[in-house]
């Protein structure tokens, strides 16, 4: 079970493959001449501002927070047809398009699952937009479709997300988000005869499925009211049980908070159905935690944690002993065992205690032993447990990268654990939990050769000493001459590692010499609780200073020059660029903000930003404005010569609202002084990430791509 992070996530795009062409400067052959642009027309309403504690602040675009306004579709319409007009203009858009479209085509696996003795996996044949699921009831056994998602809409921009299947296997509860909107559509499908129950539930978000008896639990909102439904608080969230062949009408309420609106509830059940578990939450970290004995009837919620200082969540249950995995007492995570009858932490026992070197992710029950996953120097490792808590062995992985994910029953002695790396495709491997010895499952194959690439991990100094670090790759001959097109990624914030994955968007940038580089900054959860907080309210300078120091080594030694220097980052990573592009522009080339958290003084106002607060603080603090000001990238955009700029946001991202980036491009347009061009990409039928269509996902890489090459004046290979 898992607690919902309400941050800002993003899908990276960009990643890796390989031929042997080279990347090479010939201004003979191409003519990099400026693309002209006039942009749209924005009006500036100077009435418009706030006043801080007694500092007054202008918001002459707050006119484009109304995403329903005539006025600001018509700017939208307006923006994309200057952008996609631009972007329609560069030589070798179509050929990069190709090459991606190669790259995506190959068979994607998901780790296997077992539920109710029948096997599952999901798989996209190439260019699906949506991976379908899959169930057999032999590993070696033919397939059968479960549910394809790629029916649930003609282009695709309807997709899967949360589901659970019922304990005896029949019934499989699941949630669809349209157009990458967070709000939820619950349906259940009858495995037996592979029909669709009348059942139906509308305005669940942010919400677990959890199967108990004939019904299941999940979160839902208030309707929202009509214009809102994109951009409203999400406020009085709670927890709901629906039964089975039923109208949502007589759905019984199980949990919430009146007194309290901005708390939002979630529930998740163990694997025997006996215990109930609430995770309460005011905020992107930290929860309360309380349980019931579905056993016993009207038993009470038992407290387990009744603030909202340390993370809780159950990993699964021994008898009336919960296994509890938290940062209490502990920033790098342990796992706890807590009794039902006797909940006091005076009660608890320490499993597995905690690793002062490394951070636990993950833990998973399977045959009798207990799999864990580790973040080592922001890299995976696995380690196996006994139930008494005693280390058995470590399973040794390919590479650095990173355990995607582990799957397992207690009593069962086959478990699987998916692997993927900057290099590697997410890769599925069985593990024997009697001798413990991995073998390979399912190996992608594709366009690709990983050999010709490497990944090293380096160490720098940061603006106050602090040792960071970064992963980059690049090819094994390249040389370090400083022209090499270099794209720098990432995130810190809400505890949220960024480890090494695989996705074939990078394939273009490193078959033509460039690097891709992720750096580990403050704010992300790689090194534990203490590596967060370092990135959080008025020490979130530390991030930007940690991402700044990455560029200037990078440029230091030779892999690159600011002309030549890319950085990308989506929501929270957006604004990490807009913060960087606006403390360093002589640093850069080329930004990509993405979906990014740009207005730091009103993002607190829309559908669930409120629950970013612990990690940045509000303006409505004095203490908490002097430092969102400070840094927030809307109100420090200045009359000066910006890089490359190319924003990307889409209409129905309800997560991070796209006001954020239409104020944001506004702002940049009118203030730009230099030649290169800033534009804005609003995507349509596309929200914050998740979800999005295999198609708009090579769409968008394809854009980015041929702007980044086309700022730094680079020939293509082909």
């Excluded at 019934?171 to 909107?181: E, H, N, P, T």
């Excluded at 995770?279 to 056993?295: A, I, M, P, R, V």
Aim: some cysteine.
């Amino acid at each position: 079970m898992k607690i919902f992070h309400f941050t800002c996530w993003i899908t990276l795009f960009f990643v890796t493959a390989c031929t042997t062409s080279g990347l090479k400067t010939n201004k003979q052959t191409m003519d990099f001449k400026q693309i002209p642009i006039t942009y749209p027309f924005a009006r500036k309403d100077t009435t418009v501002s706030d006043n801080y504690f007694n500092t007054l602040v202008k918001d002459p675009y707050r006119w484009l927070e109304d995403d329903q306004s005539a006025e600001t579709k018509e700017w939208v319409q307006k923006q994309n047809l200057v952008t996609f007009g631009y972007l329609g203009q560069i030589p070798y858009r179509t050929q990069i398009k190709t090459r991606l479209s190669k790259i995506f085509d190959y068979e994607k696996f998901g780790n296997p699952f077992k539920k109710a003795g029948k096997y599952y996996y999901f798989k996209n044949d190439g260019l699906q937009n949506q991976s379908v699921l899959y169930g057999q009831d032999k590993l070696e056994g033919d397939a059968q479709v479960v549910l394809d998602p790629n029916t649930f809409s003609t282009d695709g921009t309807a997709s899967l997300q949360e589901f659970d299947f019922s304990k005896d296997g029949r019934y499989m509860a699941y949630a669809v988000s349209k157009g990458g909107s967070d709000w939820r559509s619950i349906l259940i499908k009858d495995l037996q005869n592979g029909q669709l129950l009348d059942d139906k539930i509308e305005w669940a978000k942010f919400t677990n499925l959890a199967w108990q008896g004939d019904g299941f639990y999940y979160t839902r909102y208030p309707e929202p009211k009509k214009g809102d439904e994109l951009k409203g608080a999400n406020n009085f969230g709670a927890v709901w049980y629906h039964k089975l062949r039923t109208p949502q009408s007589e759905d019984r309420l199980v949990f919430d908070d009146k007194k309290h609106p901005d708390r939002f509830f979630n529930a998740s059940t163990t694997d025997d159905q006996r215990f109930l578990c609430v995770f309460g939450s005011e905020s992107t970290s930290g929860n309360t935690l309380s349980f019931k004995d579905l056993t016993k009837e009207n038993a009470p919620f038992v407290s387990i944690s009744d603030n909202f200082e340390n993370d809780f969540t159950v990993i699964d249950n021994l008898g009336d002993q919960l296994i509890v995995k938290t940062n209490y007492k502990a920033p790098n995570q342990r796992l706890l065992l807590i009794r039902a009858d006797k909940p006091e932490e005076g009660d608890w026992e320490t499993l597995i205690p905690e690793n002062f070197d490394d951070v636990l992710e993950n833990a998973v029950v399977c045959g009798d032993k207990i799999v864990c996953s580790y973040l080592h120097n922001a890299s995976g490792a696995l380690r196996v447990f006994g139930m008494d808590g005693k280390f058995i062995k470590e399973i040794a992985l390919p590479e650095i990268g990173t355990i995607v994910d582990v799957s397992g029953e207690k009593g069962e002695n086959q478990a699987f654990f998916s692997f993927t790396s900057f290099l590697r495709p997410t890769t599925s491997y069985a593990l024997d939990m009697q001798t413990l010895e991995a073998k390979l499952f399912k190996a992608p194959k594709l366009d690709f050769n990983p050999d010709a690439f490497t990944t090293d991990q380096i160490w720098y100094n940061s603006k106050d000493g602090t040792k960071v670090p970064m992963f980059i790759t690049h090819r094994k001959n390249m040389v370090l001459d400083g022209q090499n097109p270099t794209l720098l990624y990432g995130y810190g914030g809400f505890n949220i590692s960024v480890t090494p994955s695989f996705s074939p968007s990078r394939a273009v940038l490193l078959e033509n010499n460039g690097v891709y580089v992720v750096a580990n900054i403050r704010g992300g959860g790689e090194f534990g609780e203490k590596w967060h907080k370092a990135g959080t309210l008025c020490q979130k300078q530390n991030v930007f200073d940690d991402f700044i120091g990455a560029a200037e080594y990078l440029i230091k030694e030779k892999y690159t020059q600011p002309a030549r220097l890319a950085i990308q980052g989506g929501s929270n990573g957006g604004l990490l660029i807009g913060a960087c592009m606006t403390q360093r522009p002589d640093l850069f080339g080329v930004c990509f903000p993405q979906v990014g958290v740009l207005d730091m003084l009103r993002y607190h106002k829309f559908t669930i930003g409120y629950a970013w607060a612990v990690d940045y603080g509000r303006s409505d603090d004095a203490a908490a404005f002097k430092c969102l000001y400070a840094y927030s990238p809307l109100h420090n955009i200045k009359k000066v010569a910006y890089p490359a700029t190319l924003i990307t946001t889409a209409d129905h991202d309800d997560r991070v609202v796209p006001a954020h980036s239409f104020k944001f491009a506004a702002t940049l347009q009118e203030m730009q002084q230099g030649p290169v061009p800033t534009l804005i990409r609003i995507d349509t039928s596309a929200g914050h990430g998740a979800g999005k269509p295999t198609a708009k996902i090579i769409e968008e890489a394809t854009d980015m791509l041929s702007f980044l090459f086309w700022q730094m004046k680079m020939e293509l290979a082909y």
